[in-house]
Structure formats: C-alpha cells, structure tokens
C-alpha cells in the first residue's frame, strides 16, 4: 500500500513539472511574436493614411533655396521606406537642424500660417524622436508619432501651396 501511494506521488511529481516545460515553451513563443511585431516595417508605414500634399511647381520654386526642406522631405521619404536613422538619432543634431531649418525659411514664405507649421513640424519632429529612441514606448505611439510628422510635414506644404496662391490671385487686377 505505501509502494502504491509513493509511485502515485512520484507520477504526480513527474506529470506536473512536465507541464510546466510546456508553458515556458509557450510563453517564449509568445514572447518573439510579440517582439516581432513590435518591430515597425515600411509595410506597416505604407499602410498609414493621411492627405499627402505635395508642393505645386512654384511652390518647388520657392522653397528652391531652403536647403533643410529639401533635406526634411528626403528624410521623410526615408521614413517612409522605414528607415529611421535621421528621426532617432542624436537629439542634439536634431535640435541644430530644426534650429537651421527654422532660420533659412525663405522671406517671401514668412506668414503666420507657414511660420506656425514649421513650429509644428519642430514639435513633432522631437516628439517623435523621443518615441523612437525609448525603448518603454508601445509600437501604436510610435506608429501615432510617424503620422503625426507626416500630417505636419504635409501641411507645411499645404500651406506653402496657399500662401502662393492667394500672392497669385492677389496680383490680379480687376478691369
């Protein structure tokens, strides 16, 4: 009777640590799904919708000469191929180009709305830094941070479009 009753224990024992080895097995699966998906790839970024603006050709024109929305506009075509290395890079070189990108802004282009889009696009080109380069920050804020500087970039060029039209439209003169 006691053989019996040991045996029964020691099966029991044997069962029970086997289905814990299945539950490891299980959560380390788990696990690498979830790093995999948390990793953001240009399919993802391509999926993200927005209005795309693009500049008018004298809007091409005008911003001809400033030289850092050009570079921006590379770098976000970069993004959009999901590469990340100008956005998360270190922030103090990304401070001096926004602080050079606010300073070579065209003097026919310096109105409220294009200024107050620049300030947008400086804003959400550090908060968007700060998602990519901490590593506490789910993969949706992030995904959020990408949209957020495609819409501001987007408007910059709305904008920039606008103010050219209404100049246009400004130097008709009624007969």
Same mark, same amino acid.
């Given at each position: 009777?006691?053989?019996?009753?040991?045996?029964?224990?020691?099966?029991?024992?044997? @069962?029970?640590?086997?289905?814990?080895?299945?539950?490891?097995?299980?959560?380390?699966?788990?696990? $690498?799904?979830?790093?995999?998906?948390?990793?953001?790839?240009?399919?993802?970024?391509?999926?993200?919708?927005?209005? $795309?603006?693009?500049?008018?050709?004298?809007?091409?024109?005008?911003?001809?000469?400033?030289?850092?929305?050009?570079?921006?506009?590379?770098?976000?075509?970069?993004?959009?191929?999901? $590469? @990340?290395?100008? @956005?998360?890079?270190?922030?103090?070189?990304?401070?001096?180009?926004?602080?050079? @990108?606010?300073?070579?802004?065209?003097?026919?282009?310096?109105?409220?709305?294009?200024?107050?889009?620049?300030?947008?696009?400086?804003?959400?080109?550090?908060?968007?830094?700060?998602?990519?380069?901490? $590593?506490?920050?789910?993969?949706?804020?992030?995904?959020?941070?990408?949209?957020?500087?495609?819409?501001?970039?987007?408007?910059?060029?709305?904008?920039?479009?606008?103010?050219?039209?209404?100049?246009?439209?400004?130097?008709?003169?009624?007969?």
């Amino acid at each position: 009777m006691k053989i019996t009753s040991v045996l029964l224990g020691v099966c029991c024992v044997i @069962f029970m640590s086997c289905g814990e080895e299945k539950n490891n097995t299980v959560e380390t699966e788990t696990k $690498d799904a979830t790093e995999q998906s948390a990793r953001i790839s240009a399919k993802t970024i391509e999926n993200i919708e927005y209005n $795309d603006y693009a500049l008018s050709p004298e809007g091409e024109n005008a911003v001809v000469t400033w030289e850092k929305h050009q570079e921006l506009a590379t770098q976000i075509s970069y993004l959009k191929r999901g $590469d @990340f290395s100008f @956005f998360n890079g270190d922030k103090e070189q990304l401070k001096k180009f926004i602080e050079e @990108f606010k300073s070579q802004l065209p003097e026919g282009l310096k109105t409220n709305p294009v200024v107050s889009r620049n300030a947008i696009v400086e804003t959400t080109l550090l908060k968007l830094n700060e998602n990519l380069t901490l $590593d506490n920050i789910e993969r949706t804020a992030q995904l959020v941070s990408i949209k957020e500087m495609f819409v501001a970039f987007s408007n910059l060029n709305y904008q920039i479009n606008k103010k050219l039209e209404r100049d246009m439209y400004d130097k008709i003169q009624p007969e």
